[in-house]
């Protein structure tokens, strides 16, 4: 099988993994009656999204040959030893004075945003990997934060 052909065969499957997750959005939502933190808990959303990043990760993965790079983390190469990673959170809360408009928040999230892709580039720069990073508007749940720590 070519280097194409693969991609063709990964190309595929991430359409199916997006369909797929598609459907379970549209089920979960069926089945929570517009209740989105009932929806959010059901467990099928994350699993079919695991499903879908795997596949993009794979995606990725069968594109660099195509494009004539070298594929540096061959998942098959045993000596490559395991990665060590962690999850970082920055939390903030930001607020408009009285009289404001509300459009001043989305500027507000275009500076987080901006920000946070300088800090993903500096910490690229100095040799780490960031395998995913971003940034987002409402209210975050932490389940497993104990609220004493």
Known sequence: MTAT?????VVAELHARLESWQAVVKGV???????P?????????EAAQDAFYETLSRFEA???????????DDP????SGE???DDFFVHYVVAVNEGDSPDRLGEAFVTVNNANLKV???LMSEGFL??????SRGELEFDDIDEDE
């Not at 052909?5 to 065969?9: H, V």
């Not at 939502?29 to 209740?35: C, G, T, V």
């Not at 098959?76 to 000596?79: V, Y």
């Open 37 to 45: 933190t009932e929806a959010l808990a059901d467990p099928r959303l």
């Open 62 to 72: 069968a594109t660099l040959p195509v494009l004539g790079m070298i594929v540096l």
């Open 5 to 9: 052909d693969d991609l063709r065969a």
């Open 120 to 122: 993903s580039d500096q």
């Open 76 to 79: 098959t190469d045993d000596d």
């Open 130 to 135: 960031v395998r995913s990073f971003t940034a």
């Open 83 to 85: 990665v060590l990673e």
């Open 29 to 35: 939502a069926a089945e929570s009656d517009d209740d």
